[in-house]
């Protein structure tokens, strides 16, 4: 079984551009979330989707958004990139069992580069 | 609200000796709780979970952890520890269709 994939796998942008990743969960995952990962902050949450919609979001702005397709295919966009938004995005996918999310599968990542 | 705690940055043991990485939560019903390990250059990696059922929960790797409902932690052991088991790991917290958060990580490092 293939694992989550994430394109691209780097990025590199300068302020005020935007951004889309792209993410591909394992087959049959429906729920999809995104987190920010930074060397200060840990891993910071963004948001999740569940068959397109979005079911839980973190504390980011606006600039940080989402979208989930059919497939369950997920993409996540910054605009107006700030240097601060330079990180490594992960994408993690997982099965949705008896109402409770089971263990998350992540992706490689994104390292996106901001100048 | 839902939280997650790993209260040391670092946790430093000599090989052959127990480790413990400390995780403590705060979430509203039942918590499901998650441990991750991140190796260098490489991908966060599940390493075992407690849903329900049998407080000691034991996973990838030799580690184990025991969910503790009164004290609100989920502490990750090891009977003897590698030089392979240093690495970044994660404790990790959702409940009922909540958000899956984790905390802030901790490093061990095991010196030969």
């Known amino acids: 079984k293939a694992g989550v994939t994430q394109t691209p796998r780097y990025l590199i942008k300068t302020r005020g551009q935007q951004v889309t990743l792209s993410c591909s969960p394992i087959?049959?995952?429906?729920?999809v979330s995104w987190y920010q990962q930074t060397p200060g902050q840990g891993l910071q949450f963004l948001f999740e989707?569940?068959?397109?919609?979005?079911?839980n979001k973190g504390n980011f702005p606006g600039r940080f958004s989402g979208r989930q397709f059919s497939n369950s295919r997920s993409e996540m966009n910054v605009s107006t990139l700030e240097l601060g938004d330079s990180a490594l995005y992960l994408c993690?996918?997982?099965?949705?069992?008896?109402?409770?999310?089971?263990?998350?599968?992540f992706g490689p990542g994104t390292r996106l580069t901001v100048l | 609200a839902q939280s997650v705690a790993q209260p040391e940055d670092q946790v430093n043991v000599a090989e052959g000796n127990p480790l413990t990485v400390k995780c403590t939560y705060s979430?509203?019903?039942?918590?499901?709780l998650f441990w991750y390990v991140q190796y260098p250059n490489r991908g966060l990696q599940f390493l075992l979970k407690?849903?329900?059922?049998?407080?000691l929960v034991k996973g990838s790797y030799g580690f184990e952890a025991e969910f503790n409902k009164s004290q609100t932690s989920f502490h990750l052991k090891k009977p003897s520890a590698l030089v392979s088991d240093s690495a970044l790991y994660f404790c990790?917290?959702?409940?009922?269709?909540?958000?899956?958060?984790f905390g802030s990580g901790t490093r061990l490092s095991i010196r030969p």
């Open positions: 993690a996918s997982s099965l949705e069992l008896a109402g409770h999310t089971e263990e998350q599968f």
């Open positions: 979430v509203s019903g039942n918590p499901y």
């Open positions: 407690y849903i329900t059922g049998d407080n």
């Open positions: 989707y569940f068959s397109e919609t979005q079911r």
């Open positions: 087959s049959g995952h429906r729920s």
């Open positions: 990790a917290v959702g409940s009922s269709a909540s958000k899956i958060i």
